[in-house]
Nanobody, 121 residues
């Protein structure tokens, strides 16, 4: 069984920074692409940033130039560095990683429980 767990959320003032982490663990053969998503109360879930197995990255227009997605060399940890945070960035952030379990041939997306980010003065 595999799982991912996010951490690093919290309360920050506008203009501040946070770094979110997402660690995959368990019976893992390989970890491929991954992404960070967020959902604010009353709003639909949106893709914030995505990291492909090729190393290519994509971002939502609302976070371009402020957020950076990266992956640790061991490929099990996905980061989201957030700078110049705004109140509209307030949301539950969670990650999803594409994981192949040992003994299984096809990847599946594994999502964490999320970490809350609140931007307020």
């Amino acid at each position: 069984q595999v799982q991912v767990a996010e951490s690093g959320g919290g309360l920050v003032h506008p203009g501040g920074s946070l770094r979110l982490s997402c660690v995959a663990s368990g019976n893992i053969f390989s970890v491929n692409s991954g992404g960070w998503y967020r959902q604010a109360p009353g709003k639909e879930r949106e893709l914030v940033a995505r990291f492909e197995s090729s190393g290519d990255t994509t971002y939502a227009d609302s976070v371009k130039g402020r957020f950076t997605i990266s992956r640790e060399n061991n490929k099990r940890t996905l980061y989201l560095q957030m700078t110049n945070l705004k109140p509209e960035d307030t949301a539950l952030y969670y990650c999803s990683q594409s994981i192949i379990e040992r003994g299984r041939g096809l990847p599946r997306s594994v999502r964490g429980q999320g970490t809350q980010v609140t931007v307020s003065s």
